[in-house]
């Protein structure tokens, strides 16, 4: 009988041990972190969005191209482009210009103008220096309205004889002219001009107005 009791008795030990060991244990939580699924960016402002990278992003520069390019206007351009990105941008120089002197190396800025092939108007030299590429003869005249083009409808003869390539003897044509026709419709009618060639025309284009 002892020895019945005491095996009845490490069977219940070993069972209170057994119990003891599978009893249920409550796990620390720890706090979630959503994963992103494969293929898709985080969305801005997460943790692992754009703005955890610390990247404000490399900026944009609008530039205005003007001159003998193939798209003159304004072309959009990243931080940190060159006079050569502008003027590729615009679809590169018109066959025959010479854009060797020009800086192509030079950053430009924002707002500025870059004029290939031609002079600055009058009273308005282009943003950052960079100038006309030469073999464009002539430059800024003085004596001319201080920011604007030469309007070739108002302009008095000693307005017009401070053009480049323009003596009183040319600048008394366009007057006569002018008065003949009743004043000027286009810029393009100064060919009509006696003594503007086609190349004193290319000069003058871009100094003028109506």
Same mark, same amino acid.
């Given at each position: 009988?002892?020895?019945?009791?005491?095996?009845?008795?490490?069977?219940?030990?070993?069972?209170?041990?057994?119990?003891?060991?599978?009893? %249920?244990?409550?796990? %620390?939580?720890?706090?979630?972190?959503?994963?992103?699924?494969?293929?898709?960016?985080? &969305?801005?402002?997460? %943790?692992?969005?754009?703005?955890?990278?610390?990247?404000? #992003?490399? #900026?944009?520069?609008?530039?205005?191209?003007?001159?003998?390019?193939?798209?003159?206007?304004?072309?959009?351009?990243?931080?940190?482009?060159?006079?050569?990105?502008?003027?590729?941008?615009?679809? #590169?120089?018109? &066959?025959?210009?010479?854009?060797?002197?020009?800086?192509?190396?030079?950053?430009?800025?924002?707002?500025?103008?870059?004029?290939?092939?031609?002079?600055?108007? &009058?009273?308005?030299? %282009?943003?950052?220096?960079?100038?006309?590429?030469?073999?464009?003869?002539?430059?800024?005249?003085?004596?001319?309205?201080?920011?604007?083009?030469?309007?070739?409808?108002?302009?008095?003869?000693?307005?017009?004889?401070?053009?480049?390539?323009?003596?009183?003897?040319?600048?008394?044509?366009?007057?006569? +002219?002018?008065?003949? +026709?009743? #004043?000027?419709?286009?810029?393009?009618?100064?060919?009509?001009?006696?003594?503007?060639?086609?190349?004193?025309?290319?000069?003058?284009?871009?100094?003028?107005?109506?």
């Amino acid at each position: 009988m002892k020895a019945l009791a005491a095996v009845a008795g490490l069977v219940v030990l070993v069972a209170a041990g057994w119990a003891w060991q599978s009893r %249920p244990r409550t796990e %620390p939580v720890g706090r979630a972190t959503p994963s992103t699924p494969a293929g898709l960016s985080p &969305p801005a402002g997460s %943790p692992e969005g754009p703005s955890a990278a610390g990247s404000a #992003g490399t #900026g944009e520069l609008v530039v205005a191209v003007a001159g003998k390019v193939r798209r003159p206007g304004l072309v959009r351009l990243p931080a940190g482009a060159r006079v050569a990105d502008a003027i590729t941008a615009a679809g #590169g120089a018109l &066959p025959g210009v010479d854009v060797a002197l020009l800086n192509l190396a030079r950053k430009v800025s924002d707002g500025e103008l870059i004029l290939v092939g031609v002079t600055a108007p &009058p009273g308005a030299a %282009p943003a950052g220096g960079s100038g006309a590429v030469p073999g464009a003869p002539g430059g800024p005249a003085d004596g001319l309205p201080a920011g604007g083009k030469v309007n070739l409808n108002t302009a008095t003869l000693a307005q017009l004889d401070t053009l480049p390539g323009v003596g009183p003897v040319l600048a008394q044509r366009i007057l006569a +002219h002018r008065d003949q +026709h009743g #004043g000027f419709r286009a810029v393009s009618d100064l060919r009509q001009v006696d003594g503007i060639g086609e190349s004193r025309y290319e000069q003058l284009k871009d100094l003028v107005t109506v």
